[in-house]
């Protein structure tokens, strides 16, 4: 059995297609990591499939984040934790 997986709400840094450095992308996603964060830097594919660019530096954890922006990342973890509830 592998380590549990907690859900993470991070953001893309790094360029973004509009070539600002500092913009580093408004809408967060949600990551599965092991244990307490995302390791640094963190290449991995959130759960809705946006997953770092080439130009990137990959994802930071936002600190005090309760939900994601992301709608996709929204309903695939809602949908998650009713399957782990049901499962209860």
């Known amino acids: 059995m592998g380590a ?5 709400i991070a953001r893309l840094v790094g360029r973004c297609a509009n070539g600002a450095e500092r ?3 408004i809408r967060s ?6 244990g307490l964060g995302l ?10 499939g946006a997953k770092p660019g080439r ?5 930071e954890e936002l600190d005090g984040a309760e939900r994601p ?7 695939i973890a ?6 782990l509830e049901a499962r209860r």
């Open 4 to 8: 549990l997986l907690l859900p993470v």
């Open 23 to 25: 913009d580093g992308g």
């Open 29 to 34: 996603h949600v990551l599965m990591a092991e």
């Open 39 to 48: 390791p640094s830097p963190c290449y991995a594919t959130a759960i809705c």
């Open 55 to 59: 130009l990137s530096n990959g994802w």
């Open 69 to 75: 922006t992301c709608s996709r990342c929204e309903r």
């Open 78 to 83: 809602a949908r998650q934790a009713r399957e």
